[in-house]
Structures are given as C-alpha cells and as structure tokens.
C-alpha cells in the first residue's frame, strides 16, 4: 500500500512538473530583472560631484570622507575611486588622499582636440533627432545658465553648462558617443573652475544660445561652429592659464 501511494506521489509529481515547465516556456522571453549594484551607484555619484563642479583643481579626497558622504561602506567607493584613477580621471596626492591630476598644456590641446572632433559629431546626430520637447528643454536649461551667470555662480554654471551639453549628446542616439564624451568631461570638467575669472561665462553663454537656435532651425552647418567656438575658447583660456 505504502509502495503503491509513493508510486502515486512521484506520478503526480512528475505531471506537475511537466505543466509548470510547460507554462514556463511562456514566459522565456521576458527579460530578466536587472538590480543595480552599489558599486555602480557609487560610481556614477562620484562622476557627477566632477562633472557638476563639486570637486576643483587642488581640492583632495578620501575615501573615509566620501565613504561617510555618501553613507556607504568603504568598499564601493575605493573601487570606483581605483576605476577613475586607472582612467586618469585622479590621482595619488599622498599617501590615501586622492585629487585631481594637474594637465599640462599638451595634455589639454590633446583633449580639445578629441573634444572637438567628437562633440561635434554628436551635435549634428542630435540635431537629425531633434523634437519640439528637445529645444524646450534646452531653452530651459539655457534660463538657468542666465542666472548663473548674473549671479556669478561658477559653481552653478559648470552643473548647468554639463546639463546643457548632456541633453544634446544624449539626443545624438549613440551611447558609444556618449560614453567617450563623457570621459573626456571627466578628465576637463574640474578646469572649468578657472573660467570664471576670465569672464568666460558670458561668451560661453552667446554661443549656447547660438547652437539652440541653430538645432531648432536645423542649421547643422551654425550649430557645429557654435559647439566649436565654444569649446576652442575655454581651451584658449586654459592653455593661456596654464
């Protein structure tokens, strides 16, 4: 009897699992659900505290600090700062204080020249993708760049200025773009801190205003040259400061 029931067991079992594999195949399809890990988190904050001009020239970091800004352990904020430190984002100052590598002036015609080159790609894809939403958007941000700049906001600006020119690499299509454009911002992102004082921020800001007008009439031709004026005069400006 007992040999019998178990048999009855194990039949049952077996047809249930046959259904469920059954009903499975259904959903084979349906991609898996993809968790974000710390690591990445913490990496990206720390991208955008350079990008978003919260670090500068001179200005050192740790990881006990950034680890207790953040609330984080220790763990993913060393691997990020070892990730940015292998891309030569940072560098050792000493010991475990980290900071931002000084860049000669070769160092920095090296990065415009690429800058030049690739953001000015991106511009012309993003205008071929351009929308209505696009421009109102970057007419929004071109308000906040305004205020900044009256109100002599360096800080301000360099968070815009990135917002500005983000939302036009990302209208380009292509994360591959994006991706190198912003390891080069990474690179030249804490420089633009020396702007300021050799009233950049205006001229920056006509050539903005420029490059909108040009996307939303479809100019690829005065938006590329608007994009290059205004990255061929901070270098200018940084090559002459350095």
Same mark, same amino acid.
């Given at each position: 009897?007992?040999?019998?029931? *178990?048999?009855?067991? =194990? ?27 710390? $690591?990445?988190?913490?990496? &990206? ?13 001179? $200005? ?6 950034? !680890? ?9 904020? &060393? #691997? ?5 430190? +292998? ?22 015609? #090296? ?12 511009? #012309?894809?993003?205008? $071929? /993708? /351009? ?9 929004? =941000?071109?308000?906040?760049?305004? *205020? !900044?700049?009256? /109100? ?12 500005? +020119? #983000? ?25 633009? +801190?020396?702007?300021?004082? $050799? ?6 800001? *006509?050539? +903005? ?9 479809? *100019? ?5 040259? !608007? ?5 061929? &005069? ?9």
């Amino acid at each position: 009897m007992y040999l019998i029931f *178990d048999q009855k067991l =194990i039949m049952m079992d077996n047809c249930l699992g046959c259904v469920l594999s059954k009903r499975m195949k259904k959903f084979l399809t349906i991609s898996p659900v993809k968790h974000e890990n710390l $690591q990445s988190v913490v990496y &990206r904050q720390i991208c955008n505290l350079i990008l978003e001009g919260e670090v500068e020239p001179g $200005q050192s970091m740790t990881v006990a600090v950034l !680890a207790e800004a953040l609330d984080v352990s220790p763990m993913p904020v &060393r #691997e990020a700062l070892s990730r940015l430190t +292998h891309s030569g984002v940072l560098t050792t100052v000493s010991g475990r204080t980290l900071g931002v590598p000084i860049l000669s002036v070769e160092d920095l015609k #090296e990065l415009y020249r690429v800058r030049l080159e690739i953001e000015g790609t991106a511009v #012309e894809w993003a205008l $071929q /993708r /351009r929308t209505e939403l696009f421009v109102i958007t970057l007419r929004e =941000i071109l308000v906040d760049l305004d *205020d !900044a700049e009256k /109100r002599s906001d360096n800080k301000a600006f360099i968070a815009g200025n990135y917002r500005f +020119h #983000e939302a036009i690499y990302k209208q380009s299509g292509s994360e591959i773009l994006l991706g190198i454009i912003r390891t080069l911002w990474l690179r030249v992102s804490p420089y633009f +801190h020396f702007l300021d004082a $050799q009233g950049h921020l205006q001229l920056s800001n *006509d050539c +903005h205003k420029v490059i909108v007008d040009a996307i939303e009439n479809g *100019d690829t031709e005065t938006a590329r040259s !608007a994009l290059v004026e205004d990255i061929e &005069r901070a270098r200018t400006t940084l090559t002459k400061m350095n």
